[in-house]
């Protein structure tokens, strides 16, 4: 199966500052780029768990003793690693984008490029697929989805339209949805605004802010002391979420302060803001939005 380069993948697998006879975990293994990587730097004692839900992705299983891949959401890493035997981590990878390979098979439906039925599942066993959302949704959920995730300004008038186009027929394909979204496909805008559209209702198929969140509020638990984490997020919302929680231990709001103004969070970034290089960028078009943080369990 064809799947394309790991983005950061030196600085991603640097950030977790490999041991080489650590236990280490990439909960987005794909194509396998990062876990490779991961296991180059690993001893003969050292482990690998790579967490994949996309059944696709088994076919880039890699051979190796030191190496476990466990076909399961990656919000249920606690719950696996225990199943394993295993109770805590060096480490704790992820690359939150969509694969390229999900992206260039045009029937799962995640490309604005492509004629394709209404799906963008990541877990092609789920019952919710953008067909659901699109056809299902009341005007006010699907309002909801396009201004949260989307953050498209005309989200009402576009679940609107989305609601009285279905009433004449179910709105089965990529087509047909961009049919019924015409008049906010402005010429200039069409491909940026049809990718907000598409990036929104991915997120509520694949609930991605609400497993991220889950995974997040594990990781203090999984990892050793000193263990890292290394994240890379492809949009400011599932970026605000890790730099929060980074900071604060919290998604929202502030922690709870002692008498002398001090909070104890979880966790320390391991310093500031990666972003690909402009070289990187030419040959992965995809890095382009890629953003890394690093943090260490203190």
């Known amino acids: 199966m064809e799947y394309h380069n790991a983005v950061l993948l030196k600085e991603t697998v640097d950030g977790l500052a490999i041991k080489p006879d650590g236990i280490y975990v990439d909960v987005t293994f794909g194509g396998g780029g990062h876990s490779r990587e991961i296991l180059n730097q690993l001893g003969a004692e050292g482990k690998l768990y790579a967490f994949d839900q ?40 992820a690359d939150f984008g969509v694969s390229s390979h ?46 949260q995730y989307g953050e498209l300004r005309q989200a009402p008038a576009m679940a609107r339209v989305i609601v009285e186009a279905r009433t004449q027929q179910d709105i089965k394909t990529s087509e047909q ?18 990718a907000q559209i598409y990036q929104a209702i991915r997120i509520e198929v694949n609930q991605e802010l609400e497993v991220l969140k889950e995974l997040l509020q594990q990781t203090p638990e ?27 231990g919290l998604f929202e709001g502030e922690p709870e302060r002692d008498m002398f103004g001090n909070f104890e ?15 990187e960028i030419k040959v ?14 203190i």
């Open 222 to 248: 999984v990892l050793k002391q000193g263990g890292r984490l290394s994240f890379i997020s492809y949009h400011s919302l599932e970026d605000r979420l890790v730099k929060r929680f980074i900071r604060n």
């Open 102 to 147: 999900q992206f260039d098979v045009a029937e799962r439906g995640f490309s604005t490029r492509f004629e394709a039925d209404l799906d963008m599942r990541m877990n092609q066993n789920s019952l919710l697929s953008a067909y659901e959302v699109i056809n299902n949704y009341t005007e006010e959920q699907l309002k909801e989805v396009l201004l």
């Open 54 to 93: 996309d059944t696709d992705a088994l076919t880039n299983a890699i051979d190796d003793d030191r190496f476990t891949l466990i076909n399961e959401n990656f919000r249920y890493i606690k719950r696996f690693l225990r199943f394993y035997g295993v109770k805590q981590v060096d480490g704790v990878l």
């Open 284 to 297: 992965n078009s995809r890095a382009r939005s890629a953003k890394l943080r690093i943090a260490e369990k």
């Open 265 to 279: 969070v979880p966790l320390k970034k391991v310093g500031g803001l990666i972003v690909p290089s402009q070289n």
């Open 177 to 194: 949805l961009k049919l019924v979204l015409k008049r906010f496909l402005q010429h200039k805008k069409e491909n940026k605004v049809l």
